[in-house]
């Protein structure tokens, strides 16, 4: 049974403008909407969360990002545009947070369930870190991860290298020994780690201004499940993102490399 003990929930969202391959993409609009706001008003709808603060940077290009933040009341921080650990570190610090859901900027279609859900595995038991993506199950731009404020900090005198200081936690999931880590795997008719739902490139954009469009207008709280079985229907949908080169081959890497080593 959940229970927090007391512990505040705040999910950061890391968003910026200055994206080296879709400049400003947190604010382009899905049915009159900025990215960013959809998001928020998604992870927004859990039952455990209790803030959601924007892990934005000092860059002026943010100041954008800053003023959207401002109109609709969403609370945000601004750290180090190179050092994302720092930032999102002193984000949920700045909230008072005890434990952080990690979500990523360029994941609009974030299920609320899912959240719950990692929230749920963490008050389960004795765990410093829980995702659903370790092992590759759920589609691209799903990605959950929950874990203790104190054990970010951890990290954070831990490492000074450049690549855990860019990607929050790829130092505590390439160390399984030093950290208890729970992977938890989509289930049935989610089990699609072939396709992708990430806002990265224009491409990304078009695939999911197509989704909201055909999902929004009818429940503004679609569920993952209804992207999918939106995919499933409509194969063709794919070709919108076929040709992209995702930049991310470095994590891919590790994540192989981790589960050769580990035994999660």
Not at 57 to 84: A, H, M, P, W
Not at 144 to 158: A, D, I, K, M, Y
Request: aromatic residues 10%; glycine residues 4%; contains cysteine.
């Amino acid at each position: 049974m959940y229970n927090n003990n007391g512990l505040k929930i705040v999910a950061t969202v890391e968003a910026r403008m200055g994206s080296s391959r879709l400049p400003g993409k947190v604010l382009f609009p899905l049915v009159e909407k900025p990215v960013l706001q959809h998001i928020i008003e998604r992870i927004n709808r859990s039952k455990y969360v209790d803030e959601v603060v924007v892990a934005t940077t000092e860059n002026v290009l943010d100041d954008k990002i800053v003023e959207i933040c401002q109109n609709f009341d969403f609370k945000y921080y601004r750290g180090s545009e190179q050092d994302v650990l720092l930032r999102v570190l002193n984000a949920a610090k700045s909230a008072q947070a005890d434990i952080i859901v990690e979500i990523c900027g360029d994941c609009p279609v974030i299920d609320w369930r899912h959240i719950d859900k990692s929230i749920e595995l963490f008050f389960s038991g004795d765990y410093d870190y829980i995702s659903n993506d370790i092992e590759k199950t759920f589609p691209i731009g799903l990605r959950v991860q929950t874990f203790p404020v104190s054990v970010l900090e951890r990290v954070n005198q831990l490492t000074d290298s450049e690549a855990d200081h860019e990607h929050v936690t790829l130092y505590i999931y390439s160390n399984p020994k030093q950290f208890k880590i729970l992977n938890w795997s989509a289930k049935g008719d989610m089990i699609h780690p072939e396709l992708e739902i990430t806002l990265d490139t224009a491409e990304d954009y078009e695939l999911i201004k197509f989704i909201f469009n055909q999902l929004y207008p009818n429940d503004n709280d679609f569920t993952a499940l209804d992207v999918v079985k939106l995919f499933l229907n409509n194969p063709e949908i794919k070709d919108y993102t076929k040709n992209v080169k995702r930049k991310d081959a470095f994590l891919e890497k590790k994540n192989e490399e981790n589960k050769k080593n580990s035994n999660i």
